[in-house]
Every structure is written in C-alpha cells, then in structure tokens.
C-alpha cells in the first residue's frame, strides 16, 4: 500500500475482526492465571481445587482452548506431536486409576494435565507474531496480584495473613493466594516477568511499572516466607544479567556463565551473613522470625519417607494425592508431597512417570536453546525459567500440582515449540493481526 493511501473500509473490519479472533486464543491462558493465583476465599488449603470457583474457572479455561483448536486443528496437530511427552503422561496418569482406591481423583488430575496441554496450544498459536506482547501482558497481571497481595496484607490482614493477631511483621504472607508458598511462587514468576520484560525495548510507562514491580515483588517473597522462592529468586536476578543482550547464546557461553552467577551469589550471601548476620537470617531463613528452628522444616525426612515409598512400589502409588500411599501405611504424619518435585513425581508415577518428565525437561531445554538463534530474547527467558524450576523443586514440589510455576512452564514450552516451528517454516504464523490463516 502506498504511503498516504487510504485504506479501504472493508479492509479495516476484515484486520478488527482478526484481531479479535486472534486475542481469543490467549484467553484461556488468562483464565488459567487467574485460578492459579487467586484463592478466591480458600486460605490454608495446598489443593488449588479446594474451591469450587477455581475448578469452574480451570475448566472454562480448558474448554474454550479445546474448542479454538478444533477450529485449527492442522496447525495445532504439529505442536500437539511436540507436547506428546505431556499427553502420554496423563494417559498413563489414566491407567494409574486401576490400582487407586480413589480412582475418582486421578481421573481429575489426569484432566487437568490434558487441559494444560490444550492452553499451552492454544497461547502457543495466539504468539505467532507478537512474542513482544508475551511479557508486557504477563507483567502487568502478575503485577496486579503483586500489588492486591499487598494491599490484603496491611489492609484486610484477615485475607492476606496465616495468623492476623500476629502482624505482618511476623505472620506468613498469604495476599491473594490460599498458602505462604503459593504467594512464594507468585512471586518468583512476577520477578521473572519482569525481568524477561525489561530485556524488551517498551514504553517508559510500562517500564516504569516493571521496575517498580521488582522491589515490591521482593517485599512480598520476604514476606510469604519461603525460602525456596526467594532463593529462586535471587537466582532469577543473576540468571537475567548474564544472559541479557540480543545476541544468540551458545551452551558453553551459557555454563561458564551460570558459573559465574553461582560463585557471586555464594560469596553476596557469604558477605551478607558476615555483616549482618540478623539481617540474612531474616531474608533468607523467614522462619527464624516466628523463633523456629533455622532447618530445613523437617524436609530431610520426609526425602527419606518419599525414596521409601518410591522403593516400596516403583510403578507409582498413581495419581490420587497420595490417598492410597497413606491408606496403606501406619505413619502418623500425612502430607500431599513431598517437597521435592522429582520424588513427587516418581512416588506417584513411578519409573515410567519420572522418564516422562525428565523427557520433557529435554525437550524444554532443547527447544530453548534452538530458539535462541531465532529469537534470543524470549529464549533467554525461557532458559531462565527453566533453570530456577529445576532449583525450586529440589525443595518444593512443582511438577503437575496445581500450582503457577508447572503450568506456567508448559505454557512457555508450547509458545517456544510454536516460534521454533514458524522460524524454521514447517508452519505458517496463524491468527496474526491483519492476516488470513491458513486453514
């Protein structure tokens, strides 16, 4: 079109009504972000599905991606064959049932893993063509629960807080979540948003938002007490530096630089607890403020309980939350994981589980450092996320539970798998502003 020309009236409702179709497909994926964070009344309670509303919000989420792909189904076929690792799980899930004496719960989980799958195509077509608006959009959401959390903590302590008569000062931090560690996780994903958004070359404004999105991100990591995200956290931050830039990022480039981040972040913390020994106790052991023990809560034990399950029944104990582990044994403490997201998995899946999962963790990595060459920036990113998933669940239990970082993941797996697949021209971007698709 020349420039100056006037474009046709005609041609204009064709590009609005584009880019309305096109914005549906990453509905599901802000449906599935709200049930993730919000707590919608539910506090104290570690299963997500504890509340009616999040189960109504995670299966609209799941339908309506099921329903857009059905009207693609050529094109989300390819990322279906690259998420299959992902499906297979909960085939297997599935079969878990048969030895289950709640086979009922299995079958539930097992869906949510299908409806996970389903959203991660469904964002990963919706980003064909505007990686650049991935960050901005995720940001600001994560910023606004980051904010809210805040404003239920000082303000409605009866909502944001474990135990209100104690005071923000020494209470855990809930904010809008239904746990401390799920705010924790929150937190983590909001810190890297916005650091994977300020590598953007963006507007003042919302750059601005971004920065001061950082400092209050880590006021309320402080504040949940979870050692694990701010950790991750810390990791984030170092992660971010070394790897900003546009330019492609090599594996050697990568480790020598991971290196570098761990040798800093061992001697700050080092520096940290020698100047202030009261100050790091704090920040980086939240528990010490209620006068617990500065340990690790009990975890080396419930490893050792978790390898015993692991060895008593190989093939998993399936996918029930681990009602029939706990219906067949004598031990006296029950607990929904084990804090450790690879045992989790192999406790509860087994052998065939556990391949499943270090097989997509391979594809993950491989598709992120193929990218890199395309598309740096959001591969860089997704590096990143992925390093400090692999940090948080050597403590906590992150893998295919109803928590942000799993889910979040899979989603980001799917958007790179969909980039990677339109860079190399197997596949054309589809639902693009202002463009035809193709089937």
């Known amino acids: 079109m020349l420039l100056g020309a006037k474009q046709s009236p005609s041609l204009d409702v064709q590009a ?95 869906a949510h893993i299908v409806g996970l799958g389903f959203v991660a195509i469904s964002t990963g077509l919706w980003i064909r063509g505007r990686t650049e608006s991935f960050f901005p959009i995720l940001m600001l959401a994560m910023f606004g629960a980051v904010a809210l959390s805040l404003f239920y903590v000082f303000f409605v302590p009866m909502r944001g807080l474990i135990n ?95 290196g570098l981040a761990f040798v800093g972040t061992l001697v700050t913390v080092t520096l940290l607890f020698a100047a202030a020994p009261d100050l790091a106790k704090r920040i980086l052991m939240p528990e010490a403020r209620t006068g617990a023990a500065d ?26 939350d681990l009602t029939t582990y706990w219906s067949q044994t004598t031990f006296t403490e029950r607990y929904l994981h084990f804090h450790n997201g690879f045992l989790d998995i192999a406790v509860k899946g087994g052998l065939i589980a556990e391949i499943l999962l ?9 598709c992120a450092f193929k ?28 893998f295919d539970r109803e928590t942000l970082l799993w889910p979040l993941m899979v989603v980001m797996w799917g958007c790179s798998e969909s980039l990677l697949l339109v860079h190399k021209g197997t596949a054309k971007p589809v639902c693009c502003l202002g463009q035809r698709s193709e089937n």
């Not at 599901?28 to 709200?34: R, T, V, Y």
């Not at 270090?358 to 491989?366: D, E, P, Q, Y």
Request: positive net charge.
């Open 295 to 320: 340990t690790l809560s009990g975890r080396p034990e419930i490893w050792a309980r978790g390898v015993e399950a692991f060895i008593e029944n190989p093939f998993g104990w399936t996918f029930d």
């Open 164 to 258: 209100p008569e104690w005071g923000p000062k020494i209470s855990r931090w809930t904010g809008v979540t239904q746990h401390p560690n799920f705010l924790g996780m929150v937190g983590v994903v909001s810190f890297w948003a916005a650091l994977s958004y300020l590598s953007q070359k963006t507007s003042f404004i919302l750059r601005l938002i971004a920065w001061c999105s950082l400092p209050l991100t880590l006021v309320v990591l402080q504040g949940s007490g979870s050692r694990t995200a701010i950790v991750t956290a810390i990791v984030l931050a170092a992660s971010a530096f070394l790897m900003r830039g546009t330019a492609s990022l090599s594996f050697s480039m990568l480790a020598k630089r991971l």
């Open 358 to 366: 270090l097989a997509m963790l391979t594809l993950m990595f491989r």
């Open 16 to 110: 609005s009504q584009t880019q309305v179709v096109a914005h549906w497909f990453l509905l599901p994926f802000l449906l599935l972000l709200l049930a993730r964070v919000y707590s919608f009344g539910v506090v104290g309670d570690l299963s997500a599905e504890a509340s009616n509303v999040k189960t109504a919000i995670l299966g609209l989420s799941y339908f309506m991606a099921l329903l857009l792909l059905l009207n693609k189904m050529e094109t989300a076929s390819l990322l279906f064959n690259k998420l299959a690792p992902l499906f297979i799980l909960s085939i297997y899930a599935c079969l878990t049932a048969g030895w289950s004496i709640a086979p009922g719960i299995v079958i539930f989980r097992a």
């Open 371 to 398: 990218l890199r060459v395309y598309d740096p920036l959001f591969a860089k990113s997704f590096l990143s996320y992925l390093i400090c998933n692999l940090i948080y669940n050597m403590t906590e239990s992150g």
